[in-house]
């Protein structure tokens, strides 16, 4: 077992009300990143959380789907409450109930989702062929609450039609904290990779506010060739993660070159403007803050892995009903298992049992005969 000490860890102030953490940011997934997931996540290390996207319209009509995907627990602040919307006004009272009802840390905007059905609406990656309503909706959600803004874009609608620099710079003139950019276009071939340049365009065009790099990444040599090729602020993995949540602990040592600490006596950079309403200074500085937390392996043994499924077993039981529980850890049960041995067969009868004290018998079954 490995055991590694973090005493440094460097935060990105991206306004006086939050900073944006040291560590990869987990990215949001539909499905997937729920709390019990995301509380994994940081418990290993992720920096900054998502929730994600949720219905403008279903939080308007406090729809009860739509207000239980924003549920999370104090753990994972700080947390970004993920909407999508296609128009100023109804984003902007959205986030209004968000911010009455939960208190998150941050509103992001989705400006990427690449479904059918809602770029027909107007919605996620639709806005990445109109920069400026990207601005409008940022203005507007800015203006409605008393928390950081952000926005998350793709590369662009095509690879001809380029927008993420353009839509960057619309989100951080209209008050933006941050944005976080996926390197694909909403309509890409099929099998493209993330195209990081488009990042690196984005960072550079920007001035003020912290960029997240997104797109394949599934080492830490992908992350820090990311932040090295792109100058990005920070990484956010997505894929890579899902039955994974301990990648964040291999990732802890590739955060950017920020500002050395002692060269920046822990604080620095530069002057910027404040908001209008000043209630969000976005001067971008860098501290440095001990502490000291024990991480315990970076690659898990697969007895480690089981247990660390056992444990995300019951942080669903916390979070949902027994058979919601059991419904959603299927999705994820077969990317825990991958690898291990017979790990087919035992899938198959994972799937069948509908009670947590059955699978958690089976699943401690599996790892005395096999792998103990
Ligand atoms: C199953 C799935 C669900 C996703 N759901 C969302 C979402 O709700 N909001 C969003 O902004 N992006 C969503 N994404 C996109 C991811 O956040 C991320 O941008 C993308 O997977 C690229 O990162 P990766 O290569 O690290 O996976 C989703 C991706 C996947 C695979």
Redesign the pocket.
């Known amino acids: 077992m490995y055991k590694l000490y973090i005493n440094q860890v460097f935060h990105l102030k991206i306004s006086h009300l939050i900073q944006l953490p040291y560590g990869a940011v987990l990215?949001?997934?539909?499905?997937?990143t729920d709390s019990p997931f995301r509380r994994l996540a940081r418990r290993y290390g992720a920096g900054l959380l998502y929730s994600?996207?949720i219905s403008a319209e279903g939080l308007r009509r406090l729809g009860a789907a739509s207000l239980a995907l924003c549920r999370f627990h104090p753990d994972e602040r700080p947390i970004a409450i993920?909407l999508f919307g296609s128009s100023p006004e109804p984003i902007a009272e959205a986030a209004m109930v968000v911010v009455e009802c939960f208190k998150p840390d941050i509103i992001d905007v989705?400006c990427?989702?690449p479904v059918r059905k809602m770029v027909a609406r107007g919605c996620g990656g639709d806005l990445m062929q109109h920069p400026e309503r990207i601005g409008r909706i940022v203005e507007a959600v800015a203006q409605a609450v008393r928390i950081p803004v952000s926005v998350?874009l793709r590369a662009g609608w095509t690879p001809k039609e380029e927008t993420a620099p353009e839509a960057a710079l619309a989100a951080e003139a209209a008050g933006a904290a941050f944005v976080a950019v996926?390197g694909r276009f909403v309509r890409n071939a099929k099998g493209s990779l993330?195209d990081w340049e488009v990042i690196g365009r984005v960072k550079t065009t920007l001035k003020r506010i912290p960029v997240i790099g997104?797109?394949?990444?599934f080492s830490p040599a992908d992350a820090e060739r990311m932040l090295h090729q792109t100058g990005c602020d920070r990484v956010m993995?997505?894929?890579?993660a899902l039955g994974k949540p301990w990648v964040f602990q291999a990732l802890k040592d590739v955060a950017p070159p920020l500002v050395p600490p002692r060269q920046a006596g822990g604080r620095i950079i530069a002057n910027l403007p404040r908001r209008a309403g000043g209630r969000i200074d976005t001067n971008l500085s860098c501290t440095a803050e001990e502490i000291n937390f024990e991480i315990e392996f970076l690659d898990p043994s697969f007895d480690q892995r089981i247990d660390i499924l056992i444990e995300h077993l019951y942080k669903m039981i916390e979070h949902y009903d027994e058979r919601t529980a059991i419904l959603r850890m299927r999705r994820q049960i077969g990317w825990y298992l991958s690898g291990m041995p017979d790990s087919a067969k035992l899938k198959k009868e994972l799937m069948l049992i509908a009670e947590l004290n059955l699978l958690i018998n089976r699943l401690m079954d599996y790892k005395k005969r096999y792998i103990l």
């Open positions: 990215a949001p997934m539909a499905g997937f994600e996207c993920q989705n990427g989702c998350k996926h993330a997104n797109g394949d990444i993995v997505g894929r890579w």
